[in-house]
């Protein structure tokens, strides 16, 4: 049962793709011809509803793979082969609060909404008023807006939110912001960083590695598809290849002055000169 203000995945038969919220009074215009809304509601989801020329189309419900892939863009959004991984690593799930910094046009933003669930909390900050409104519009599009508090800010101040379970950076210089991330996180949070060359990598390194983090780990994931025909399986001929390096680091809590580690006394203080009896010297009286 599709019900008003649902959103529904329609695919053609040469497998474009139109997503809709469900108005039952709507009707959608494709080159394959129109498409009444209440005959996609009376098909209802895993059917078929046919266009005035009878051309069937799918419908389905979309899954957050096809929410990303639908997000309107102004900037390049990270692809679902990172944000899988980024998901787990980073212990996303539902009651979780995660800050991100970048927005851009909110596609891991829908994802980490997505998950976090209604009782989990995204709070993500973008400088750029133009991307803060459109990820903002691809938010309540979706519908997962409600699990989102948008911030038009830059981070070189600083966070205004604490607490976080989890964070994720894709801005282009990270290091210089890694002094404000202990006071935004739980200790012990994982925290996340996505760039596109090793010369930005190492010195997103070497920023970690002189602060309060541990656990480090940088690595690219690429992607082949396989043209799905029985009798010529092959790889496609294209792939989606290097997009991206991902970083990801534990913030762990700063030691106070009074925990520095001290270096231990030798157990066994070293003799002066005068105290060492060797054994070519002959004790008094042995001459």
């Known amino acids: 049962m599709i019900e008003p203000g649902d959103l529904v995945l329609l695919i053609s038969p040469k497998g474009k793709?139109?997503?809709?919220?469900?108005?039952?009074e709507g009707e959608?215009?494709?080159?394959?011809?129109?498409?009444?809304?209440?005959?996609?509601?009376?098909?209802g989801f895993g059917r078929q509803a046919k266009t005035h020329l009878g051309r069937p189309y799918l419908v389905l419900k979309p899954t957050l793979h096809d929410l990303i892939k639908s997000v309107k863009?102004?900037?390049?959004?990270?692809?679902?082969?990172?944000?899988?991984?980024?998901?787990?690593k980073l212990g996303i799930g539902p009651g979780c609060t995660v800050i991100e910094s970048g927005t851009g046009s909110g596609g891991l933003t829908t994802a980490l909404a997505w998950?976090?669930?209604?009782?989990?909390?995204?709070?993500?900050?973008?400088?750029?008023?133009?991307?803060y409104k459109l990820a903002g519009k691809n938010l309540r599009r979706v519908g997962l807006e409600h699990r989102v508090?948008?911030?038009?800010?830059?981070?070189?101040?600083?966070?205004?939110?604490?607490?976080?379970?989890?964070?994720?950076?894709?801005?282009r210089t990270p290091?210089?912001?890694i002094r404000h991330i202990p006071e935004a996180v739980n200790p012990g949070a994982m925290c996340g960083f996505l760039l596109p060359t090793t010369n930005q990598v190492s010195e997103l390194l070497r920023a970690l590695e002189d602060a309060c983090f541990e656990?480090?780990?940088?690595?690219?994931i690429l992607v082949r598809h396989w043209k799905p025909v029985p009798d010529r399986l092959r790889p496609d001929d294209r792939m989606v290849a290097h997009t991206g390096f991902l970083v990801f680091a534990r913030c762990m809590q700063p030691l106070a002055v009074d925990e520095a580690v001290e270096e231990p006394e030798s157990a066994?203080?070293?003799?002066?000169?005068?105290?060492?009896?060797?054994?070519?010297?002959?004790?008094?009286g042995q001459e």
């Open 149 to 171: 508090t948008q911030v038009n800010k830059n981070i070189e101040d600083g966070f205004e939110h604490s607490g976080a379970d989890a964070l994720f950076l894709d801005v």
């Open 268 to 284: 066994t203080p070293e003799a002066s000169e005068e105290s060492v009896i060797t054994e070519s010297e002959p004790e008094s």
């Open 175 to 177: 290091w210089q912001y």
């Open 115 to 131: 998950y976090v669930g209604d009782t989990g909390r995204v709070i993500t900050y973008e400088r750029r008023e133009d991307f």
């Open 215 to 220: 656990d480090m780990e940088v690595m690219e």
């Open 28 to 43: 959608i215009h494709t080159n394959d011809g129109k498409i009444l809304m209440a005959d996609v509601g009376t098909a």
């Open 17 to 24: 793709r139109y997503m809709y919220k469900f108005d039952p």
């Open 73 to 88: 863009r102004q900037t390049q959004i990270m692809y679902p082969k990172e944000i899988g991984y980024l998901l787990l």
